[in-house]
């Protein structure tokens, strides 16, 4: 199986896979809330002016930040999927916070030069089909000195919560495309090593990468519609019958009692924690 393609990705997040994010806003922003205010915390601890979020979904950190800054400062969200993009607008718009947003691939966009004094990411760096490029990109948008705060998963074999459906359902789903390691998606990034290298092919330097385990949770009225709906399971799903994806699901769900605890669900989710600076223009 090849990497996905820039093209692949745009369709994807511009197809189902966006239109699920924007549907189950609040229940992502709850799960994977501890994940967002670490990197919002870290980027206003650079008190920047500036911050430009790659990857910015449906507006959560983005938001979080520009409330934080108010008119000392302006926060940009980018994101490939144009329905995020306009919930992320809606989102802004509905906090009275002067938030901006930008439908384009991160990879290639030409940003104003020495936009940003941060470069945010909460899991939004992981889908480029060149990171080394893509990282470049952002960097020639970033100031003399300013900082890349980024966020990705580590290996799939520690996340056994974000694997969990797939295993489950690999003799009823043999469809499922295997994981790739280090190609564009939830686990492109899971190598430290290999940021690492691209980040100094891509003329960031001072780069430090640390692990972050967050506990995270959600409701567990929420977990059939988030086994129905995200991930590999969730989009194979999005085109069976209702009696199929019910069939599906019921299947798959005792994999996650060990997650269940009373009405939550809880899981670990072990991560990178990414910090760069920019050395020049």
Partial sequence: MSNPSRNEQRELWNGSAGQVWVESQALLDQMLRPIG???VTRVLDHSPGHVLDVGCGTGGTTVAVATALAEDG?????DVSEAMVRAARRRALNAGVAADFVHA??????FESDLADVVMSR??????????AAFGNLRRSARPGARLQAVTWRHPDENPFMTAAERAAVSMLPELPPRVPGAPGQFGLADADGIRRML???????????????SC??????????????GPVGR???GVDDARRRQVVEAIRPA???FVEREDVRFEAACWSISARNPGG
């Avoid at 691939?105 to 030409?110: K, L, V």
């Fill in 123 to 132: 899991f939004g760096v992981m889908f480029f089909s060149d990171f080394v």
């Fill in 256 to 258: 996650f009692e060990p």
């Fill in 200 to 214: 100094v092919d891509a003329g960031w330097s001072d780069i430090e990468i640390d692990p972050l385990d967050a």
């Fill in 37 to 39: 205010e670490h990197v």
């Fill in 105 to 110: 691939c991160a990879q290639s966009h030409p």
């Fill in 74 to 78: 302006r926060c940009v969200g980018v």
């Fill in 236 to 238: 194979a799903l999005q």
């Fill in 217 to 230: 949770s959600f409701p567990e009225e929420e977990l059939d519609r988030y086994l129905a709906t995200m």
